[in-house]
T-cell receptor, first 117, second 112 residues
Framework: DTEVTQTPKHLVMGMTNKKSLKCEQHMGHRAMYWYKQKAKKPPELMFVYSYEKLSINESVPSRFSPECPNSSLLNLHLHALQPEDSALYLC????????????????FGPGTRLLVL | ELKVEQNPLFLSMQEGKNYTIYCNYSTTSDRLYWYRQDPGKSLESLFVLLSNGAVKQEGRLMASLDTKARLSTLHITAAVHDLSATYFCAVVPENTGNQFYFGTGTSLTVIP
């Protein structure tokens, strides 16, 4: 099973709403990622979790709050977003071994298309 | 500032022709990845290149890595319409563990 699932597929929210994006993988991967992708642009790294601990936060605004409840799940909590936050949000996972630099590729989920009104 | 640049950004080519996409990066790295993205879809892994001189081939696509020149190439042989997509390279700098930085992308259209 090389699948990463994401829910919901589409989300429309107002600037005062609170919502969450969910990501799940069952490949035994210990590194999980959130990316933001605008139309016709490359994915931008937001957060990286390694062994359920936040290892990288690419200066993302606090209105985005990641959470890794266990090794298979990754959430992204959204609060007071701005219209410019509208984008495709991609989750990915990869192998990770403590003390070793990861070599394997990332597996991406289908993404959540977010529209902030 | 780390830069990962691809050229060309847009490529329109006829079926049956050959072409090469270039990926230049500004950091030291021994790991380079290529991905494909179809319109409205997610990213699919194509190649993982892990050492200087690495070459990988799959069907009509061949990728190579020159870590000294900080350059990777994706060569397309005898293009077919099914190859139409956006192609991204990504690097992981040597001083990081899991930080993937993506190139600017190359939008490929293969014309019958």
């Amino acid at each position: 099973d090389t699948e990463v699932t994401q829910t919901p597929k589409h989300l429309v929210m107002g600037m005062t709403n609170k919502k969450s994006l969910k990501c799940e993988q069952h490949m035994g991967h210990r590194a999980m990622y959130w990316y933001k992708q605008k139309a016709k642009k490359p994915p931008e790294l937001m957060f990286v979790y390694s062994y359920e601990k936040l290892s990288i936060n690419e200066s993302v605004p606090s209105r985005f709050s990641p959470e890794c409840p266990n090794s298979s799940l990754l959430n992204l909590h959204l609060h007071a977003l701005q219209p410019e936050d509208s984008a495709l949000y991609l989750c990915a996972s990869s192998q990770d071994r403590i003390g070793f630099r990861v070599q394997e590729t990332q597996y991406f989920g289908p993404g959540t298309r977010l529209l902030v009104l | 500032e780390l830069k990962v640049e691809q050229n060309p950004l847009f490529l329109s080519m006829q079926e049956g022709k050959n072409y090469t996409i270039y990926c230049n990066y500004s950091t030291t790295s021994d790991r380079l990845y290529w991905y494909r993205q179809d319109p409205g879809k997610s990213l699919e892994s194509l190649f993982v290149l892990l050492s200087n001189g690495a070459v990988k081939q799959e069907g009509r696509l061949m990728a190579s890595l020159d870590t000294k020149a900080r350059l990777s190439t994706l060569h397309i042989t005898a293009a077919v319409h099914d190859l139409s997509a956006t192609y991204f390279c990504a690097v992981v700098p040597e001083n990081t563990g899991n930080q993937f930085y993506f190139g600017t992308g190359t939008s490929l259209t293969v014309i019958p």
